[in-house]
């Protein structure tokens, strides 16, 4: 994950701002490149273009001297002489042919060619001038006019016997018209300036060209000025050091891009940290919050949302191996109604932990409401892992948790369903789970139920009894029947239990085990038993003397203004308190003793009995009996039928009735159905009995009837 983040960073942001920084840097040094060769070549074309001109210049130059040679009179004169005298030859060319400033080679030839006259260098030269100049004199001499009267010069470079040179010829012709020459043949002067490497570094010099030399043909690179002459002859090639002007640029601006360049990959380096760390964030607060969206925050396992997309993933792959767990809490409410939320949280928290050890690894365990957990198993045998976890979670609950002190007993009501079909989807498996839990919970709770078909219905059933349930309590609608409580000795009727009962003309009968579940379930249970009270007291009202006993829900009883509204209720309808007696379930007293006794208390000092009901049904705490201030222990009724049968289950009555006496209570059996049961239970110090030997729970009228026969009776007597 990290690995793919850091690659989504490296091609998102890295890669493409050093590909931009590298591009600058390669396009500005490419740009650096061009602009330093432009110069370069551009200053290199610029020389050749002035080495090109000295060349023409120099050409010229011998042109335009040897022009004024040959267009003077003196010289038209001497050289058109049949005899050339020597001494002027001399004084005019040979000298300065010794001297080599302007040339090195002066020759008079006629119109052949032929050398009349030659010096070189000061000497005498009697080579024939067209050998001399590699034999290109004639084609000159041909450009030339053939007279002595219209002076024209012509020039070329070509190759001498002494090397290169530039060469100039031109017909003699004096300046005044009709002067007499002695021969009318035309007379040639020709002047050679050798280019040598010094007349060559001369010329470079003065048209301020480095190092400019001439390279014979076969030594020319490319890059100089190649000389060809007239002729089409390559006579060599004129090189020179170029001036480089890009070069020295180059190394001028070269220091400030450099460094502009490394400031703009330090920049491009510190924003890539920049965003590393931006990304980073970024990423862990992605990371953060997709936790977070498939996470529950308390117990850090997966959520709600996340085990159903999970399920739906499992149940794509392979429907055939997912099966989940479906686990509520039971008795959390009461710990955390009990405590505080702190401790409801811990405990949720070390429910949480136990899970993950509870369950095989590959499971997936997730909290997806308040107290509602829920586990998936995947593979061949998903089912049976589930079953295992589920009585492994089972067994586990049976050990209350202690925070500092604090005990806190829960259990669980935990609903399996397998995936039997390829189109079930999770939350359809889930909502079968929850059936199914539901179904554990109805059965009594701590227990596991897998789910079958037929649940659907009864879950069918259970929503339309909740919500007749409510249109009843609403209404105030429901029955109460009385089941009469008698005098052991005297089998005299002292009391009544007042019995919920569903109201007849429903169409239905739901028992009140069940609807009082129900109601706990829905949160109308306080109204419901608070109609319940209301109607027994009023009941009641027309019984002089005798006791109702009232079941309590212990919902009912962490209603922290149950002991005010249950007494105003008793006020309002004026019954004494003392013909009032309040029945609690010892199962569901649990750990609420702390809290419980101010209740009792209160309650007991206002006249109210409290009885403590079903004893011996579920697991008995002395403890109950001992911190409570029952007045009354109720044997339940599966102990009682069991005494004709069972030696212990005499000998628990019969401790029941010594532990009852050593708090002082009183003790009342159920359940009562034989005669023979009678004996036993006087002798077991049972003073009330309750059961359908004397009276099943009837209506208010028959309890009216039974008094008046018995008051008749008595009268009668
Ligand atoms: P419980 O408080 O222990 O009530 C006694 C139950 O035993 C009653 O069942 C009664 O009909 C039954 N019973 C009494 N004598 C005999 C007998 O000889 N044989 C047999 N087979 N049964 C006998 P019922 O009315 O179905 O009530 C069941 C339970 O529902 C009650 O047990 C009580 O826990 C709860 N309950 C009933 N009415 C109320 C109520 O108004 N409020 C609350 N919170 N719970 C109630
Ligand atoms: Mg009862
Ligand atoms: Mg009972």
Redesign the pocket.
Known sequence: MKNRSALKFLLVVVVPLFLTGGGVVALTMDLLDRLSTGANVEDHRRTAEVVASALDASQQQLADLLFDNTNWDAAAINLSAPEVNFEFFEASWGIPSAIGINYDVAAAVDKNGETIMGMAGGNVLTANMNDYLGGHLLALLAELPSNNTQPRTTSAIVKTSDGTAIIAVGNVAPTTQGLDLGTNEPRFLVMAKLMTNEFIAQLGEKFVVKNMRLLPKDLSASGGLAITNRFGESVGELTWDDRRPGDSTRELIQPTVFITLSVLMAVLTAIAFVCWWQFRDIGERERKSNFEARHDALTGLLNRAAIVAETDAALAENFCGVCVLFIDLDGFKVVNDTYDHRTGDHLLYSFAAMLRTLTPADALVSRIGGDEFVVLFRGVNATVQAETAASKIIDFLQMPFDFDGRIASIGASIGIAAAADPEIRAAELLRRADIAMYRAKSDGKNRCCVFTKSMDADRGETLEIVSELRAIVACKEID??Y?PIVDAFSRKMTGV????RWPGGTGREV???RF?AEAETAGI?NQL?ET?LERACTDAKKWADLRVA????PL?LRDPEFVSRTLSIIDRIGLAHGRIEL?I?EGTLIDDIARLKPVFVTLRSAGISLAL??FGAGYSSIAYLRELPFDRI?I??SLTSAILVSGSARHMIQATGLIARGIGAEVTA????AEEEIQILKLAGCAKL????FG??QDANSITRALKLSTAAIVAA
């Open positions: 109460v029947a089941q239990e007042a019995l919920a028992g009140p085990e009082i249970v038993g319940i009232i079941n309590i829900s009912q029945e379930t009901d079903d109720k339940d009724r159920e359940g009562v159905e309750q059961g359908y030997l099943k729970p």
